[in-house]
């Protein structure tokens, strides 16, 4: 199996419960108060978790993803390769894995895990 | 058919599988794993190894079995389709097979299951590691 040797650097780290996730940093053009229909990253761990009132939301030009809280990473990580049996979960959204405090955590395009969240039958 | 080439066989709660053993790189304790959103329910999430991420698959949600959460290792299983590991509840170690390498159904994984194979501890379902990781990398 191939392993990536790609790095990446600048993510926002994410908590969704008690699960994880991280975007690329720019992708996410502002950070907002969560607004009501909002779609939230929790449905991709748990179909129909609801979002914290004090959570945060993570806006891409025109979508929006609704995580409980987040955190700036600016090192440079090395981005582990997708394994081919979760190439097309969520859509294909997902663009790897970083290892970072001691844990792993799945790296999502913001666009297509937010559109997915928003249609959840269009997942794969 | 003759199995000339050896078959690790382990149990997945009350039932037995086999995969090739020169698939079969090695058997893991596994750790506490990280899910991955939009995954299908049988693959319990995944776990960083030697540099690489491993999904975890478990054969009991796949099979349609009664889930046991008991296990606490895997069986990883390296194919040029990917690799992946397997859930296991005990290992049962080495050997050669006899009995019939048919598919056992024509649908889903099954497909991708042969048997009944006999081994010592009973009768054991063959995993044709190839296209099982083909079938779950399309499965999504």
Not at chain 1, 103 to 122: G, I, K, N, Q
Request: net charge negative; glycine share 10%.
């Amino acid at each position: 199996m191939t392993i990536s040797a790609e790095v990446i650097e600048g993510l926002v780290l994410c908590r969704v419960g008690v699960d994880r996730l991280a975007v690329q940093a720019q992708e996410v053009t502002a950070f907002e108060l969560p607004h009501p229909g909002a779609p939230y990253a929790g449905v991709g761990f748990e179909p129909g978790a609801l979002a914290p009132l004090d959570g945060k939301s993570l806006r891409h030009h025109h979508t929006s993803l609704v995580v409980d809280s987040v955190e700036v990473h600016a090192e440079r990580l090395k981005l582990l390769a997708v394994p081919p049996v979760l190439r097309l979960a969520w859509g294909g959204a997902l663009s790897g894995f970083v290892e970072t405090g001691g844990l792993l955590w799945p790296v999502l395009s913001l666009e297509r895990f937010a559109a997915h969240t928003v249609r959840p039958e269009a997942a794969s | 058919m003759a199995d000339v080439h050896g078959h690790l066989v382990f149990a997945c709660g009350s039932s037995l599988y086999a995969v090739p053993a020169d698939t079969a790189s090695e058997v893991v304790n596994v750790p506490t794993l990280t899910r991955v959103p939009g995954a299908p329910a049988h693959l319990l999430g995944v776990f960083a190894h030697r540099g690489e991420v491993l999904p975890v698959v478990d054969l009991t949600r796949l099979t349609g079995h009664p889930i046991d959460e008991t296990f606490k290792r895997a069986v990883l299983v390296r194919t040029p389709q990917g690799s992946v590991a397997l859930t296991a509840t005990r290992v049962l170690g080495v050997t050669t097979l006899e009995g019939s390498f048919e598919r056992l159904g024509d649908v889903g994984v099954h497909q991708h299951l042969r048997g009944p194979a006999r081994a010592a501890a009973g009768e054991v379902a063959v995993i044709d590691t190839q296209t099982f990781i083909e079938f779950l990398s399309t499965a999504g």
